[in-house]
């Protein structure tokens, strides 16, 4: 489906374009150059979504695999490459953290797992991060409502730093808006949504069966 790509895409959106083309015809060398160009940039999409860098090197693979069955279907005429591999890289490591919610955990009173990994240690602090929240959100009505208790601008931040995986300095770029005032959006947009989930999960909690 690849059609020809708008003109004024930077030269590395028309060369991932082409190849995308070549690796829906079955060209592997094509794929392989492709990984090359755009794992990094993808493996780090996926690992601010799930922070345990085993699983995210699983997802990698999951992602890819799925951009080599799906390549044909690349659409030229509705995002650029990049944007399009970092959608399918979101999708996956967002259902990797609804997987893991929606199964059954016996908490420790210690911090340790069974595996015996310190899991305080494997945080980088107490507090969630913030794609963590987003990523925690398995419900999506509970997330959209969230997000409309944010500004249009905050929205916007939030949805192209976090769900599109650019940088608070692309986030600005594409905004034409000072640096500043991104970071200042985003994080006041992420303590809102960290407050809304919050109150979500305690309604979830008092509203549950009771033993």
């Not at 940039?41 to 695999?65: K, N, P, T, W």
Request: charged share 25%; aromatic share 6%; glycine share 4%.
């Amino acid at each position: 489906m690849t059609r020809t790509p708008p003109t004024d895409w930077p030269e590395r959106s028309h060369e991932l374009a082409q190849l995308l083309a070549k690796s829906g015809l079955g060209d592997r060398a094509a794929f392989a150059r492709l990984y090359e160009h755009t794992a990094a940039h993808v493996y780090a999409v996926v690992l601010r979504i799930q922070r345990d860098r085993a699983l995210a090197e699983d997802l990698l693979q999951e992602v890819y695999v799925n951009v080599w069955k799906s390549a044909s279907g690349f659409d030229a005429a509705r995002a650029q490459p990049m944007t399009w591999l970092t959608s399918i890289a979101r999708n996956r490591a967002i259902d990797s953290l609804r997987r893991l919610a929606a199964q059954p955990r016996l908490e420790s009173s210690t911090p340790d797992d069974d595996d015996g990994n310190d899991r305080v240690a494997a945080e980088p602090d107490d507090a969630p991060g913030p794609l963590d929240l987003l990523g925690r959100a398995s419900d999506a009505r509970q997330l959209t409502q969230c997000m409309q208790h944010l500004s249009p601008p905050q929205r916007q931040s939030v949805a192209l730093a976090f769900f599109d995986g650019l940088s608070h300095a692309e986030v600005a770029e594409r905004l034409r808006e000072p640096l500043g005032t991104v970071k200042s959006w985003v994080r006041r947009a992420l303590l809102t949504l960290r407050n809304c989930l919050e109150r979500g999960a305690v309604r979830d909690l008092a509203s549950g069966p009771r033993s």
